[in-house]
């Protein structure tokens, strides 16, 4: 791997204060930080596309379709998306509302018959924003019928207030699905190549069965670290999935639909402008009308990730847009970074430069030895010594324990308490990771660290008792 040519992009990315907009003349500089990136994180295949206005930048496919017939990734293939349909299953909805055929306000109760009494003074606003408080299907087996399903959820009571809080549920989705149908008179894929694809059906399909044969689609590959290498998904939904997380496309296809939606082909500038406009819940989280906000310091970003394999980001001050398609990922999801580190090769002023430092140091633990890596951080922060990395370091601790990597990070962990003392957090972290190695003794001993820092915290009460329930026992 060339991980000192990544490290040191990544650094000099983060680092660099000069602003710049390019066009992209010469597309290696965003090739080279992709091609890196893919071998740190193992990914097997990417497409990516930039615009600028509405017009293509950079367009390039990376890697391998099919590992097991070594089939690159081109132009033909077609990525499963995930949750990043909902954007367009948002943009459907107010398309219909400018077709006058609802409006965002209407309770469910005034398309949909049959609906628990607690839910149909919920809005279509609600829905779209995660706000509803229905509860979600997500937590029912997959194989169950969609008619087994809702009548589960029928028998739930609500989980808050609608429009106090954001909570991502996939319910709110299938019933928008049953309102575009039921408004429309159309499937829901039919309404979407009709008004949002002119038609034309080629380039995407709405699935979201893993084992559905459907030409050119992508497999999305899940690393299994027990057996060190790729297995395919076998994810399988009933059609309740299709709106949340069921769109299948191909790079082209998706250029082609932010295209027009720039163009006001798909929705009037105004009813677009609307569609971004964020609403602010009493739990601190900030989202719009289906699209979630990503903006940092004065820099408006709107978009949605998926499956951990997808991205999709309009800049909408800058009029740049950045897609990322991909097929898998051995570490962690990488289409965010990507985003924030390709939007800033193209233009230096829409970086979020804390997140490249935050990820300059993830990518140097997952890629170098660790006192290399430490140096890393070191001389990271002596360069930006106001950043705090408590965060990161707990999520390198937890990825490489997830990845059954205990002793790597239970080194991560420790750094974390040396860094950051008077976290009580980080000796939480800390305690856990002794405890999944089995080590009783040391982990007692970092969650009474933790609950001495941290009177109130529950979970360290909690742990302390029973692992000095477990000790007592052995004796």
Known sequence: MKTT????????????????????????????????LMKVHDVPGLALAVLKKDSVIHKKFYGKASLEFDIPVDENHLFRVYSTTK??????IFQLQEQGKLRLDDTLVIHLKNLPETWERVSIA??????????????FESHLNNEAVWAKLAELPMEFEPGTLWRYNQTNYWLLAKIIEKQSGMTLTEFVAQNQ???????????????????????????????????????????????????????????????????????????????????QFENGKRFAYGWDDYSFDDVKSFGFTGGGVSAFRKFVDHDITVIVLTNGYRYTPIHNTIVNEVVGIVDENLKNKSRSLQDAVFE????????KALKTLDSVQKLYPD???????????????NKKATKKAIDIFSLNTKKYPESSNTFDSLGEAFLVSGNLEAALEQYQKALLLNPESTNAQKMIRGISRELKGSQ
């Not at 954007?87 to 459907?92: D, F, G, N």
């Not at 002119?198 to 979201?208: I, L």
């Not at 140097?364 to 006192?371: L, S, V």
């Open 5 to 36: 040519l990544l490290l040191a992009i990544l650094l000099l990315s983060a680092c660099q204060r000069q602003k710049k907009v390019v066009e992209v003349n010469d597309p290696n500089e965003i090739d080279t930080y992709i091609e890196n």
């Open 387 to 401: 950043e705090r990395f408590e965060g990161t370091l707990n999520r390198i601790g937890y990825t490489l324990l």
């Open 87 to 92: 954007l367009l299953v948002a943009t459907a």
């Open 364 to 371: 140097a633990f997952i890629a170098k030895p660790f006192d």
């Open 126 to 139: 609600n829905l779209l924003t995660h706000s509803s408080g229905i509860p979600n299907f997500i937590q």
């Open 197 to 279: 694809f002119e038609g034309d059906k080629d380039g995407f399909v709405f699935s979201s069965n893993s084992l559905e044969v459907i030409p050119n689609r992508i497999s999305k590959y899940v690393f299994d670290d027990d057996l060190e290498k790729y297995e395919k998904s076998i994810d399988q939904e009933q059609s309740r999935g299709l709106a949340g997380n069921g769109l299948n496309i191909t790079l082209d296809k998706f250029v082609s639909w932010n295209q027009r939606l720039d163009q006001n082909q798909i929705l009037s500038n105004e009813n677009k402008q609307k569609m971004w406009i964020s609403q």
